[in-house]
């Protein structure tokens, strides 16, 4: 089974600061989709961003973007700009797109303090 | 508006009890899938199902048992041979199946289960 390692438990940043949190993950697979997700305290998981592996061109989506580097096995999150409202726990994730049709396979998270 | 819905949201059980927890979707997806979540862990893959009547074992399988009758509905049943069953679950249906596509993963808003 693949795995995804995220190897900050906790991050800090403070408001308007640039912060980067890492991901790495392990695969014998060519084609597949990484995914990075928010929990807010209420636990509802919010779709941060994705990342087709055969793309080459890394994945943005407004303050948030990525850096892929499908030979390293690493998929980082840059947030730009981080606000209050950035605070959450962040979990990278790894999908297959081939006909295994297996789940996503989660890493143990990144708890993101942002400080005014 | 389309959706899953969990239910309860939280969930006491004496020790020795079993309790199932609901899951249904109105997005026509295929596939649904049963998470856990404790501290530290991430999301652990307990059960999923791509299709009617047929279901996996996810990596955390012992103690739980799964239903998938209908399309639209995916019970989970903590029996009382789950030694640790106080944690939150979480409910994630996927249009992609068989290898259709990754998709997207919708959440439902999670059930917490406690053990007394």
């Known amino acids: 089974a693949q795995t995804v390692t995220q190897s900050q438990p906790e991050m800090s940043v403070q408001e308007a600061e640039t912060v980067t949190l890492s991901c790495t993950y392990d695969?014998?697979?060519?084609?597949?989709?990484l995914f990075w997700y928010k929990q807010p305290p209420s636990r509802q998981m919010i779709l941060v961003i994705r990342?087709?592996?055969?793309?080459?061109q890394n994945a943005t989506e407004n303050r948030f973007s990525v850096n892929f580097q499908k030979a390293a096995k690493s998929f980082s999150l840059k947030i730009s700009d981080s606000q209050l409202g950035d605070a959450a726990m962040y979990f990278c994730?790894?999908?297959?797109?081939?006909?295994?049709?297996?789940?996503?396979?989660f890493g143990k998270g990144t708890s993101l303090l942002v400080t005014p | 508006d389309g959706g899953i819905t969990q239910s309860p949201k939280y969930l006491f059980r004496k020790e020795g009890q079993n309790v199932t927890l609901s899951c249904e979707q109105n997005?026509?997806?295929?596939?649904m899938y049963w998470y856990r979540q404790d501290p530290g862990q991430g999301l652990r893959l307990i059960y999923y199902?791509?299709?009617?009547?047929?279901?996996q074992k996810g990596d955390i399988a012992e103690g739980y048992s799964v239903s998938r009758e209908k399309k639209e509905s995916f019970p989970l049943t903590v029996t009382s041979a789950q030694k640790n069953p106080t944690a939150f679950y979480l409910c994630?249906?996927?249009?992609?199946?068989f290898g259709q596509g990754a998709g997207e993963l919708f959440f439902g808003e999670g059930s917490r289960l406690t053990v007394l």
């Open positions: 994730a790894y999908r297959s797109a081939g006909n295994s049709g297996y789940a996503l396979n």
């Open positions: 695969t014998s697979e060519s084609d597949y989709y």
């Open positions: 997005l026509n997806h295929d596939a």
């Open positions: 994630v249906s996927s249009i992609g199946a």
């Open positions: 199902s791509q299709i009617v009547n047929d279901f």
């Open positions: 990342q087709e592996a055969y793309k080459q």
